[in-house]
């Protein structure tokens, strides 16, 4: 198989994908495969990361284009999936989540703050693929039960590392929430990690191999 070419803009989705400055978060090759299998056979791939909507790219320039992690930043969502559309072939592939079933994790019994902030920071699918246009697919992404890629999620059958300040700050929710949310949701965490509440209702996470939770790809043809 042929290497694609990628060509980054806006601090290129890699970029915000693997938060290289965060132990806690680097990219797992069990999602990048899912992207590239989302990207086909494209020979060069537009990598677009916090900027997006004035992309100084030629019509139809690349096989294919992405954004990982990405479009939640975006000022204008709209207007920056149309400019990846325009200079598109083929492929426009973006891996977020899907903001109608991100409390549907069992950390919004702890700190609901935070998935209520992660719900209304991500456009919804329907959204994304109506600004894309074309024939769209939405495809849940499996997450490993040692994934490395630092978001909440990551960590559904590993409560404990959440308690972990470091861990939390490499998920950008926890950082517009205040001390008082980090301190409910350490103190309620503890205890039912200590009395077995945790483990009595979401113990069958810690050895179930993969996650389907909000984490997905939408992918738009032409």
């Known amino acids: 198989m042929t290497t694609p070419t990628r060509t980054p803009y806006g601090g290129g989705a890699i970029g915000s994908l693997c938060a290289g400055h965060s132990p806690h978060r680097r990219p797992d090759e069990r999602i990048a495969r899912c992207v590239a ?11 677009v990361g916090a900027v997006a909507a004035d992309l100084p790219f030629g019509d139809g320039e690349f096989d294919a284009s992405m954004t990982l992690f990405g479009v939640h930043r975006w000022s204008d969502v709209p207007a920056g999936l149309r400019e990846m559309r325009r200079v598109t072939r083929g492929p426009v592939v973006i891996l977020t989540c899907d ?20 719900a209304l920071r991500h456009p ?9 246009g074309g024939c769209g697919t939405v495809r849940t992404v499996p997450i490993p039960l040692d ?5 909440d999620e990551a960590y559904y059958g590993r409560p404990e590392t959440l308690l972990d300040p470091a861990a939390r ?10 001390d008082r949310v980090r ?18 209702e979401f113990g069958h996470l810690r050895s ?6 909000s984490l997905v790809i939408v992918r738009a043809t032409p």
């Open 124 to 132: 919804t699918v329907e959204e994304l693929a109506s600004a894309l």
């Open 208 to 213: 179930r191999p993969t996650y389907e939770g």
């Open 37 to 47: 299998e989302a990207l086909g056979d494209a020979r060069t791939v537009l990598d």
């Open 99 to 118: 903001p109608a079933v991100v409390r549907d994790f069992w950390l919004y019994r702890y700190a609901p703050e935070v998935l209520d902030i992660e």
């Open 169 to 178: 700050q490499a998920g950008s929710a926890w950082s517009f929430v205040d």
């Open 147 to 151: 994934c490395t890629g630092g978001f």
């Open 183 to 200: 301190e409910h949701f350490d103190t309620a965490l503890r205890a039912d990690l200590e009395s077995g509440a945790w483990d009595e």
